[in-house]
Structures are given as structure tokens and as C-alpha cells.
């Protein structure tokens, strides 16, 4: 995602103007009730083309858009699905979205573009922000009616924030301070979609990795039936209109949306625990019946609904309106496509009401990372600051003693944009010797395209075979550290959740035993990169260790904080007693908590400032671009 925390924070919104002309071959109207309205742009010829005009009118429309936030276009031409995806494509700032992650049946037409929920006809759906029972969805949603119903079938549409504020106040704390939603569906070959739908994968593993990568906690019960969860917010502050608004699907997901003699049925022949899908709140426990039906009130009283007309175009804001369907009689179709990409990561926390202990701790970490991402790091990511902070690491492992003192180390970054380069320091040079100067840059064939020195074989073939595989990974560091050396010299080298340091590798490292010297070829390295896997970290028996990451900081701050880890490791070994172990799912939460990119950039910019003061030479370097 290009757009984050930090950048909102550091934007200023654009002004504009409510009054803007309307172009003279359409005419604008609003229709609506008193908590939700949609600007309506109908065509005054008969015949016009829906995509050539908005061509012709971008800029209005886009205007137009950002102050309504939900238009419906009226009497125009769309030659089907072609032009419909046309006018998705330019009326975005992005490509249109696959749907990923499906909540309901659907069947793919064209590129990004979907039938409307495949529901039986009789079936209403409940209203929603699309994709909010996760933590990434769509700005922009895109409908387009190629056949009304007879009767029926509308699209009602609420405004998110309306409906807030038809929640009991005392409803959206309890929420909030129980910690969001947790959605819980079981996938069976039986009931709703199947888990390869819903991963568009068939392969097990591919599912696992998935899950982790997401966060979801994941159990396979049999050959194919796998229940997953996932927990996302309640609430979430609208980055246009800085209001709090509603945002979830707990009143969808959960059994009381079922007909009650069909939850009977799937809670007498399932289980409760096994119905297909479900929700609870953030902490697990049963969200009352109560509280969901006071927000389907919300939802009802603020809902307005309008007819379809054959050819209309309706682009919504997926933030800013929620959308549902009614039960229908005849043929009804609706194309249905979604753009640009969004994300909690990109929303700033929600501030509790509540003046609780657990609230204000909450507070104090949010305000603690909005200081560190509001305020500019001195270490950037333009090419040139990639290079200076791939010195600065080499020099930072020099001074942490992590390196012996040897040339035998190496750590390499991705170029960003060329996939198939990277930089890596140069062979037979100490680590305090290493400038932005002399790095290497290095093809995937082992080539030394720029620089003077050799490449150390062992290093290309691991880096190489790393990168290639994982798409993900952008900096990888190899060192025969002192602790990690002896260490990975256990017949046990696995590392114990001792302290909370530890924890940051649990479930997280790979012990990998084949050692049969320097990886000085290729085939040694790809069993090494198929054995990694996803983890960040691997202990290469009798030899040394790997760390990975996505950026320079996280890689570097892993292979600083696995030596802490080894060393502590190693110590409790020699005590010969019984070790008291970090909790699983407490070792869980630790590193989930302290093994994050931000808290990883804070300490290696902290580190950084150290490095310079050390060797003062090193400040020559320093790029006058510090971004991209």
C-alpha cells in the first residue's frame, strides 16, 4: 500500500469548491431522506456515452465525487462490461481489485469485473461497508444495472456516519473496548463457499502461510474442513470527515442474521461452533442478540432505497456508505467492480470515550507511535539513502561486535524497481570499511555489474536464491556472530521463549541442520530457501545465522536482537535447571508486539546515531535525497 499512516498525517486536505458549474449537458439532482442522499448526474441527450463524457469531465466528476461521495449516473450509454471497466479505470487512482478474501458467492466476468452477490432472489442482504470484516477493503465501489428487476431489487444505501449515530452510545463502547469483532467461519464442502474459494487456492500450505501472514488463526478439523478467525475493528475515524463511523459486518456474519429455524437446523446437526460463519466480540466472547439488533435498526432507519433503471452507474465511496440488496422477482443484473485499495494501517486509532486503565494504555501507545510516525525519520529510502544505510548496517554490526572482525558477513538490499538487482558489500572488505562507495551491485546471474571489488560466492548464492523466491524480502543478512556461532553448534539449537526479547522468534526461525560447508552452490541454497519458508530467521547449524526482512531496518534489528536471544539462550543452558518458559499464546502477543517495523526503525535509527558518532568519516556519505 502506498498510502499510510504517515502520510495522512502529513496531508492537507484540498479545497473544494461546492459550486462548481455543472457541465450543460447534464443536469444535477439529489434524492434521499434526511440521513442519506445521492447526488444524481443524468444526461440531458439520449445516446450519450457514459465513458466519453466522463473522459470529457474528469476533473468535474472527480470533484463532484469527493464532495458527495456517492453519484449515480442517469440516461447514459454503457456498451457493457467493456465500457463499464473503462470507466472504473479512469474515474480511479488504481487498477480495479480482485475480490479476495470473498464473504459471498460471486462469479468473475471480466477483468475485476463481478456479477452482484449470487443470493437467491428471495434473499435480502443485510447492509455493509464492503470487505470491513477485515482489515483491507475498497475506497470505491462500482455498480452497473444491465437489467433491472420486475420488481424489487433495489441497492439501499446508508451513510456510515448516520448510522453511528443511531447506535446507543453505551452499544459502540462495548464493542470498541471488547476489542473490535472477531469473525469466525468454518469451511466445509457442505455449507457456504469452500476454503479454496475463499483463498483461490487449493494448496494447504499456500492457505497456512496465508493465514499467518494475515494474522488469522487458522485449524484444519479434517481432510477439508478448516475453521479460521480474524479479529478487525468496530469503529474507525473517516480520514475525509474526520467523524467516527460504523464500520464492520458483526450484525452479517453473525447467526441471529440466519432464519431461526435454519440456525436450528445447522445448530442441531453441526454445533454451534461449526456454523459457517459467526461473530463475536474482539475478546471472544458472545456478542448479545441485543446489541445487533439495535444496529440493524440503525441500519433501517437511515437506509434509502432507490429503483434500478436499466443502464445506470452507481460509484460509491465504500467508507463513507454502506450498500445491501432487497428480495426481487423477474431477471435482475448487475455488474459490480471495486478500486483502490485501503487499510486500517491507514486510519488513525480510534480514541475511547471510556477513561479506563486499559483505554489509557491504549492511548499512550497511540500517541507514541503517532509521534514517531508523524515525525520525519533522518534515514529515508531513496536509492542513494539505501546504499548509505547498507554502509551504516555494516558499520553497526562492526561496532556491536556481531561481524569477528572478519569479511565473511554479508548483507544485501534489494534496488528497488529492478527486481533482479541488488547491493550487497563487496568481498575482502572489513565491515568498518564498507562506504556507499564501494558496495557491489550484483545481477541474478552472479555478475558484478558496478564496482571494483568480487562478489563472495557463498553470499550471491545465498542472497540470490532468497530473493528470488521471495518477492517480499528486500534486505537479507548473514553473519557468523559470536553467540549465534556457538549456539547454532547445540544439537538443540532452537530458541526458547525465555524472555520477551525471545519471544520475537518464536514460530519465527528454522533450524536448518544440513550443513555441509559454505553454500558455495546453488542447489545447497535453494534447499536452504525452500526450508525458510515464511519465517524471518533461519540458525544454520554449526555455521551462523540468517535474518530477513522488507526493509534494511527490519532485517538488521532481527540479526541484533537473535544475538540478545543466543546468547541468553546459551546462558540459561549452562545453569543446568529448569527453565521457565514464556506462555505460547503469551510469547504469541510479545512478538506481535514487539517485532514490528516501527518499533524495528525506531531503535535502528537510534543505533544509527551511534554509528556516526563512531565513525565520523561515514558522515561524507550522507545522501542529500533521503526519499524516493
Request: charged share 25%; hydrophobic share 35%; glycine share 6%.
Amino acid at each position: 500500500m502506498k498510502n499510510t499512516l504517515e502520510d495522512l498525517l502529513r496531508s492537507k486536505p484540498k479545497e473544494i469548491k461546492a459550486g462548481v458549474q455543472a457541465p450543460a449537458d447534464v443536469t444535477l439532482q439529489q434524492i434521499g431522506n434526511e440521513y442519506t442522499k445521492i447526488r444524481v448526474v443524468t444526461a440531458v441527450a439520449q445516446g450519450t456515452s457514459l465513458q466519453q463524457w466522463i473522459e470529457a469531465n474528469n476533473e468535474w466528476v472527480r470533484s463532484l465525487y469527493k464532495k458527495d461521495r456517492i453519484l449515480l449516473f442517469r440516461g447514459f450509454e454503457v456498451n457493457g462490461k467493456p465500457e463499464f471497466a473503462e470507466i472504473v479505470k479512469i474515474t480511479s487512482d488504481s487498477k480495479a481489485l480482485e475480490y479476495s478474501e470473498p464473504s459471498t458467492p460471486r462469479t468473475k466476468l471480466d477483468d475485476a469485473i463481478y456479477t452482484s452477490t449470487e443470493y437467491p432472489k428471495e434473499q435480502k442482504i443485510p447492509q455493509h461497508n464492503e470487505h470491513s470484516y477485515s482489515d483491507f477493503w475498497p475506497k470505491k465501489l462500482f455498480f452497473y444495472c444491465e437489467q433491472p428487476s420486475e420488481t424489487g431489487g433495489q441497492t439501499p444505501v446508508c451513510s456510515s456516519a448516520a448510522v453511528l449515530k443511531q447506535i446507543p452510545a453505551s452499544i459502540v463502547e462495548r464493542f470498541e473496548a471488547r476489542g473490535g469483532i472477531m469473525y469466525v467461519r468454518n469451511f466445509s464442502d457442505e455449507m457456504d463457499i469452500s476454503w479454496e474459494q475463499f483463498f483461490g487456492t487449493g494448496d494447504k500450505a499456500a492457505v497456512e502461510a496465508y493465514c499467518k501472514e494475515r494474522k488469522m488463526t487458522f485449524k484444519w478439523l479434517d481432510d477439508n474442513r478448516l475453521r479460521i478467525s480474524q479479529v478487525a475493528q468496530a469503529t474507525i475515524i473517516d480520514k475525509i470527515s474526520g467523524e467516527k463511523i460504523w464500520f464492520n459486518q458483526a450484525h452479517l456474519f453473525h447467526y441471529s442474521n440466519l432464519n431461526e429455524d435454519v440456525v436450528n437446523y445447522l445448530v442441531e446437526t453441526y454445533g454451534k461452533e461449526n456454523l459457517p460463519r459467526n461473530t463475536f466480540y474482539g475478546d471472544g466472547s458472545d456478542i448479545a442478540v441485543e446489541d445487533l439488533d439495535a444496529v440493524r435498526h440503525a441500519y433501517d432507519k437511515v437506509m434509502f432505497k432507490f429503483d434500478w433503471q436499466k443502464g445506470d452507474l452507481l460509484l460509491m465511496d465504500n467508507v463513507g456508505y454502506t450498500h445491501g440488496r432487497e428480495s426481487y422477482t423477474g431477471k435482475r443484473s448487475l455488474f459490480v467492480s471495486m478500486s483502490e485499495e485501503d487499510g486500517i494501517k491507514n486510519y488513525a486509532p480510534v480514541k475511547q470515550e471510556s477513561n479506563t486503565p486499559e483505554n489509557i494504555v491504549s492511548s499512550s501507545r497511540q500517541n507514541t507511535a503517532r509521534h514517531f510516525f508523524t515525525k520525519e525519520s533522518r534515514y529515508g529510502n531513496s536509492k542513494q539513502m539505501l546504499k548509505y544505510k547498507l554502509a551504516l548496517a555494516c558499520r553497526m554490526l562492526r561496532m556491536l561486535d556481531l561481524d569477528e572482525g572478519s569479511i565473511s558477513g554479508h548483507i544485501s538490499v534489494k534496488v528497488p524497481g529492478s527486481e533482479n538487482l541488488f547491493w550487497v558489500n563487496p568481498f575482502g572488505v572489513l565491515f568498518d570499511e564498507v562506504t556507499p562507495d564501494n558496495l557491489i551491485l550484483v545481477d541474478e546471474n552472479g555478475n558484478v555489474v558496478e564496482g571494483d571489488h568480487p562478489i563472495n560466492v557463498a553470499g550471491f548464492c545465498i542472497h540470490s536464491s532468497i530473493h528470488q523466491a521471495n518477492k517480499d524480502i528486500h534486505c537479507i543478512v548473514h553473519t557468523h556472530s559470536p553467540w549465534g556461532t556457538l549456539f547454532s553448534a547445540l544439537e538443540d539449537c532452537r530458541i526458547l521463549p525465555i524472555d520477551q526479547n525471545s519471544c520475537m522468534f518464536y514460530e519465527n526461525h528454522i533450524v536448518y541442520k544440513d550443513f555441509d560447508g559454505p553454500v558455495n552452490n546453488l542447489d545447497s541454497a535453494a534447499k536452504l530457501t525452500s526450508a525458510l519458508q515464511d519465517n524471518s530467521v533461519a540458525i544454520l547449524a554449526n555455521h551462523g545465522s540468517i535474518t530477513c526482512g522488507d526493509d534494511i531496518e527490519t532485517a538488521i534489528m532481527y540479526t541484533i536482537c537473535l544475538e540478545r536471544a543466543m546468547r541468553l539462550n546459551v546462558k540459561a543452558r549452562e545453569l543446568n535447571a529448569k527453565i521457565s518458559l514464556v506462555d505460547s499464546d503469551v510469547a504469541r502477543e510479545s512478538k506481535d508486539w514487539i517485532a514490528n517495523p516501527l518499533g524495528f526503525k525506531i531503535e535502528f535509527d537510534a543505533l544509527a546515531r551511534r554509528v556516526e558518532r563512531e565513525y565520523p568519516d561515514l558522515g561524507e556519505y550522507y545522501p542529500e535525497s533521503i526519499n524516493i
